[in-house]
Every structure is written in C-alpha cells, then in structure tokens.
C-alpha cells in the first residue's frame, strides 16, 4: 500500500510540479516592489522637480505609467508637447534613469524576448546565438533504461550526443508594424555509440541547417503598450543536408542537418510590460509539408512557452522562461536505415516531449560604443521528459547570444 502512494505522489508531482512552480514565480514577480518605487504613498513629494543629468528621481510604476508615450494611430509613440521654460525630460514627462532605458518607457531593452522588433520602422537588427545541447542515457517514457537492456534489442545504441547550434539572424522593419526575418544555422552533431560485443564508435557531422524566413506583425497594441498581441507567419526551407553519410553509410535521423521539406510557421506571441517588468507566452508549431527525396517526413513540432523579465539596472536584465515542446515520430521511412541496427533508425521512436525551465541575463548598454546592442546568456534543464524511445534524454541547454539595432 506505501507503495502505491508513493507511486501517485511521485506522478503527481511529475505533472502537476512545473505549473505550481510557474505560478510561485509569477506570485513572487506580482508580490516584489517595482524597480524604483516608493515605499509609501503617503510620502510627501515636492510639487515641483527640476531633474538634471546627475539625478534620477524616482517614482511609484503608477506614475511611470501616467506619464509613458502614446502611440498615434499609426503605431508610433508621441510625447507631450513641451512647455516654455520646461528641459527636455521635463516636457516628456519621465526622469533621466527612465530616458536611459530608450526612446519608450514602454518596451525597454531586455524585457522582451531576442528577436522581436516591433514598433520601429525602418530599422534592422542583425544577431548571433550560438546553443549547446547535452543528451545523456536513454530513456523509454519517463524510465531511464540502461545500454545493455537495449541492446538486446538493438545491434548497437547511442550513449549521449552534444550538438552546436550557430544561428545568424537578420531583421528589417518596413512599417511600425510588421518586422521581416531571415535565419540560418550552421549545425554541429557528436553522437557516441556502444555494440553489442563492446565496441565503442562515434559519429559527427557539421554544416548548414534548414533556412527559416519569417514575418511578425502588431495584431493589437494597447495605447500604453502594456499588452500586445503579435501574429507569426514564416516558412522553413529545406537548405540543410538529408545525406549525410560515414565510411559510406547513410546516418540516422538524428545526425542529419535538416528536414528535406518545406515547413510552415505560424504562430501567436503575447507581451506584456511595465516600466521595470516584463511578461508574455508564445505559441510556434511547426508543421511539415509533403515527404522528401528519401522518402519520409519529420513529426511535427509545437513549442510553447511563458516568461517573467524584471530590470535589475539600466543595462541589466533577469528572466525566468518555461518552454514545452511536443514532437511527433516521423512519417515514412528511410529505405537506406536499418531499423534493427538502433533505435535512432526506426522511425516510430523518435517523438517526445519536454518541459524546460532556463534563466536568462541580459546585458544592454544605454550609453558608449555599445548603446543599442544586447548580450545575453541562458541555461536550463528539463524538469519534465517524456520519449517514445529507446531515445537520448536532454541533460542540460544553453544559450549565448548578441544583437545590434542600427
């Protein structure tokens, strides 16, 4: 009887584990005083401020929300007239530390993911990420399983892989609107593998993965731009290699750079901020199309996630993201792939699904030679893991990452 409670525990805290601690961080985001705000209301403040280069007077989120840039019809921000006698700051409204944030209150550099340019028309972006996958043991489901229970089914199977992932991006905005992307990675894999009789090998391949051209446009934007609503639309594009071979056999699934068909790439994104806070969730499947040269189609994949950012400085940022993804088996088969040889060649054992909590720091500079560019770094590791194996689990990902607005 101890036995089967601990088993419904267990499972219990399997699944409903990440959604309570989600919502412990978004209850700690809510609970926490804003960057900068007063302590009491009930604090007298001076009827009038004459705020300088050198001070930066602070005031409750309340009031950074009264006075934050509307935007006009057309999506661009438009701040207050000034009057005679008034500085610069002071007709705006907002206080140098808040100036030194960028041009809008309201969008501050950090608080939205990577990637997203909205509201700034006629500017580019150009980025690079570079990601670090680690996967180690196999598992069936939830279950770890060991190389040797494999192997009595399979003539050889992998012990753990390491993939590098080098993604350059770049992005233009034609109108406030609607941001134009174009990315392509440049992909390293090491997969090691033990037989039956002992013998250990490993295979590695290298080159450039699937081409991905997509389009972000505002669906709505509230007049303060706490809350948006972002519509993706995007293709992939199969430019990654499907033949990939060692000592003249064909590698698995897994080791190849790409997909082989053209994919497609909607999605919803939601953002939500205030002047020292940031939050949103997104949803991208990706949905294969037809079957390639070697006759099969990978599963699609639907990721989704949710996030928390909080401005520790003017240049620095803290964020915690939750991201799940499901992927399902592929379609067809590869007629060059022994599916008795190991499990990273039958197609029915290649779905899966995972839910991974990372944290991210990001550093964007509001003065020097760096203003207008952003340097971050992200960790995580999955906290939920669920694969139609025999199949490598992840261990840990990171990710580092730059990119300039000009």
């Not at 022994?338 to 944290?359: A, C, I, S, V």
Request: charged share 20%; glycine share 10%; hydrophobic share 35%.
């Amino acid at each position: 009887m101890r036995e089967q409670e601990r088993q419904v525990f267990c499972s219990s805290i399997r699944k409903f584990g990440p959604i309570g601690l989600a919502y412990f961080t978004m209850l700690i985001a809510c609970g926490l005083p804003a960057h900068g705000q007063q302590p009491s209301q009930s604090d007298p403040v001076p009827a009038s401020v004459q705020p300088s280069q050198d001070t930066h007077p602070l005031g409750a989120i309340q009031s950074a929300l009264a006075v934050a840039p509307k935007p006009t019809p057309d999506g661009k921000t438009q701040r207050p007239t000034a009057q005679p006698g008034m500085t610069g700051m002071e007709s705006s409204g907002v206080s140098s530390q808040e100036v030194g944030m960028g041009n809008d209150m309201m969008g501050a550099a950090g608080l939205t993911p990577p990637g997203i340019m909205i509201g700034q028309a006629k500017k580019w972006m150009v980025g690079y990420q570079v990601m670090f996958d680690n996967m180690n043991g196999n598992l069936i489901g939830s279950d770890r399983i060991s190389d040797a229970t494999v192997l009595e089914q399979f003539e050889a199977t992998p012990t753990d892989m390491t993939m590098q992932m080098h993604m350059g991006m770049v992005m233009y905005a034609p109108t406030d609107k609607l941001t134009l992307m174009a990315m392509l990675p440049y992909i390293r894999k090491s997969m090691n593998h033990i037989t039956r009789d002992g013998t250990r090998f490993t295979e590695r391949t290298s080159g450039i993965g699937d081409l991905e051209l997509r389009g972000l446009y505002s669906l709505y934007a509230q007049k303060d731009l706490r809350h948006r609503f972002l519509l993706n639309a995007g293709i992939g594009v199969p430019t990654g290699s499907i033949n990939r071979t060692m000592e003249d056999m064909r590698l698995e699934y897994p080791m190849q750079l790409g997909s082989g068909t053209y994919s497609l790439l909607p999605g919803i994104t939601y953002l939500g901020q205030t002047a020292h806070w940031g939050w949103g969730a997104e949803f991208i499947p990706t949905l294969r199309l037809g079957r390639n040269s070697n006759g099969y189609r990978l599963g699609n994949r639907y990721q989704s996630s949710i996030w928390v950012a909080r401005e520790l400085t003017r240049s620095v940022t803290l964020s915690a993201r939750a991201n799940g993804e499901v992927w399902r088996n592929i379609r067809g088969v590869d007629a060059a792939l022994d599916q008795m040889d190991e499990p990273t060649k039958d197609p029915t054992l290649q779905g899966g699904k995972r839910l991974d909590l990372l944290l991210r720091i990001t550093f964007h500079p509001v003065e020097g030679i760096f203003k207008g560019q952003q340097f971050f770094a992200e960790a995580g590791a999955p906290v939920v893991q669920s694969l139609d194996g025999p199949q490598l689990q992840r261990r840990w990902v990171a990710r580092l990452g730059s990119q300039w607005e000009f």
